[in-house]
């Protein structure tokens, strides 16, 4: 069973960082694009950042280059979410996300709220 399990999320000022965790379980974690999704009330969800496999290339949604950075570890089946410089139009739900072929799944995290505001 896929299963994607968030943590670090929180309420944080304007400027300041946080850094999401999802431990991932029953797929070969290594071998799979792993991405972050965040959707804020009223507001569909949206793609964040993704991260590939073998070369760790990544993408991310215009509004967060160069603030936000995803990461992986594959030994720990790990992976992150770094966020700097975080301004109150941040603040959602994120989600982690996996589309496995074995099993065939797309998988969700339950979400992890993060909050900005002074």
């Known amino acids: 069973q896929v299963q994607l399990v968030e943590s670090g999320g929180g309420l944080v000022q304007p400027g300041g960082s946080l850094r999401l965790s999802c431990a991932a379980s029953g797929f070969t974690f290594s071998v799979y694009a792993m991405s972050w999704y965040r959707q804020a009330p009223g507001k569909e969800r949206e793609l964040v950042a993704t991260?590939?496999?073998?070369?760790?290339?990544?993408n991310y949604a215009d509004s967060v280059k160069g603030r936000f950075t995803i990461s992986r570890d594959n030994a720990k089946n790990t992976v992150y979410l770094q966020m700097n410089s975080l301004k109150p139009e941040d603040t959602a739900v994120y989600y982690c996300y996996v589309r496995t072929l074995s099993p065939n799944t797309r998988t969700w995290g339950q979400g992890t709220q993060v909050t900005v505001s002074s």
């Open positions: 991260i590939t496999t073998a070369s760790g290339s990544t």
